[in-house]
DNA sequence: GAAGCGTGGGG
DNA sequence: TCCCCAAGCTT
């Protein structure tokens, strides 16, 4: 691999990246020094993984403003810690920063790379970051951007990734001539706005040294990766009401919306026309919408069942006063049904037999 | 090593 | 509408 010297090739984003740097709520004045408050640093790292900054932003200052360190972050309550994450999605994130603030305050920050990337819901990328911007070790952070804008400069063929050992060797002359913190940073700086992965070459300030631009092959380079299949299956989605109060799945510990409050769903292979001469319960109905996850699809139906008495519920579900669903974290679909309470139905279409949910909602009677 | 994990924006 | 993608990580 003949590949020029990284400071050669790179000492052109520091200009760059002086004149362009988005001002954000994270980001250090000095890039020389190391950062004023790593843990501003460490939540920003958990909040950007798989996140787009403007997504972030408001996320990051409502959570330094309720948690502003991390003892403070490890006193507080799961359900406030998924509230503050409520929408950002993949909450295990909150959960892992969580773990991560606590160990922090008791053990203070680990003194090396190794100790970083030891942290919960840090790998890889995330540990050499927050080593590279909040403290000025020199480790190099590869993550997507940094891959696709040095697959493109160095001409690699194949996944980038599998060359990240070589990538970060040829890095190091590059952190320590331009710094850690402010490589790091214009690195992805200019992946995420320039680099795109269709990137707008007349804006890059390597262009004159990209081999993959000199080729006229930036289009094909990094190739994209084969995308994982999804399922699809349609739901309805229930809130039942009794005595002021509604039925809700309490947080789980693992899988889809982990941690936060979910109504029941029942999967709506049934469509029973409602005959209200045989179902007194009120049922409420609103139009359905697609919910779309990683590896998910749901056509949801949205439903509201008042019953006059609350049923002993089966394990994991709870009454929850309606005064207090406001404050519980819920995802994106749930909180659209929670909303959907206070706006006028539009009369049940045709929805399954109350009887049946409750039944599958219900303990077991003994 | 592949699967699983949320949501929003853009082409 | 659909597909791709976005400062990845854990199991």
Known sequence: MPWPASPELLTPLAPWFER??????????????????????????????QTQVATVVPYFTRWLD????????????????????????YYRRARFLKATATSVAAEGWPADLAGLAKLPGLGPYTAAAVGAIAFQWPTPALDGNAFRVLARLLLIDGDPKDRAADL?????????????????????????????PSPACERCPLAGHC????????????????????????????AFEA??????HAPTPKGLLAGLWRWPTF????????????NPQPTRAWPGWTQVYTHR????????IVLADRFTPAAGLRWVARGELQGLPLGKRDQRLRDLLDRPGQGPLEAPDPAALIKACAAPSV
């Not at 988005?22 to 950007?48: K, Q």
């Not at 850690?180 to 992946?191: D, K, N």
């Not at 190739?223 to 229930?238: D, E, G, Q």
């Not at 999967?267 to 045989?278: D, I, R």
């Open 20 to 49: 362009v740097r988005r001002d954000l709520p994270w980001r250090a004045a000095d890039l020389e020094a190391p950062h004023p408050d790593p843990y501003a640093v460490l939540v920003s790292e958990l909040m950007l993984q």
């Open 66 to 89: 309720e948690f502003p360190d991390p003892r403070a972050l490890a006193n507080a309550e799961d359900d406030a810690v998924h509230k503050a994450w409520e929408g950002l999605g």
């Open 168 to 196: 970060r060797f040829w890095l190091a002359p590059a952190l320590g001539a331009l710094g850690p913190s402010r490589l790091t940073q214009a690195l992805m700086e200019l992946g995420a706005t320039v680099c795109r």
């Open 211 to 238: 081999a993959a631009k000199l080729a006229g092959r930036t289009g094909e380079i990094p190739p994209v990766a084969k995308r994982a299949k999804s399922t699809s299956s349609a739901l309805w989605l229930v």
């Open 243 to 248: 005595e002021g109060h509604v039925l809700l």
């Open 267 to 278: 999967l709506a292979t049934v469509h029973l026309p409602q005959a209200t001469a045989q």
């Open 297 to 304: 699809r749901e056509a949801l139906s949205p439903l509201h």
